[in-house]
């Protein structure tokens, strides 16, 4: 009986929500264990962990207003970043923009498209966040900000296995520089 009232249910709520909203109104039940699964690869964690970010920023954020997409930072080293600290927030950001939400990646994040300056639009709202790294995991903390009172309108904390890909892309990139006299 509760299956039918929910189908019933279902047309009737997408006439009074957008499509992102309503795909994102049952987003717990369906991700409910994505995090810990070894089997579903990162790009469907990140989107994952999107969708619950958008479950906080919705009322605060209109789709049109532009939000910038700066790289995770590593804790304790903010200097600090690797392929792992671009790509998250460049899955979430891409997700987001699938939801209709006004994003713009710096020209440094993967997937950004070359010669597009988010400095040309004055980002209202900046996704960023921290992540750390140990033998076992990634812990992951996305942070959705207002760029001009610095508040945070919505977090999500999360943490993936660090095997295989992720292993990879959390090393930092040493750099050397040459220091002349």
Known sequence: MTGLILVFATP?????VDGGTLATMGVGAITKDIFARNDVNLAEKNYAAAD???????????????IAVQPLTLVGEPAITSALGR????????????LGYNVHLDEAMPGAVQGVSIKQSKPRF???????TNRRDVPINLRMVNASSGKIVGSFDYVLPRSG????????????YRVSE
């Open 12 to 16: 009737l709520l997408s006439s009074c």
């Open 52 to 66: 619950y970010l958008v479950q906080q920023i919705v009322t605060f954020i209109p789709k049109s207003t532009p």
């Open 87 to 98: 790509k998250i927030p460049a899955q979430v950001g891409a997700r987001l923009m699938q």
């Open 126 to 132: 900046i996704l960023g966040g921290t992540y750390e």
């Open 165 to 176: 890909e992720l292993r990879t892309l959390s090393e930092s990139q040493a750099k050397i």
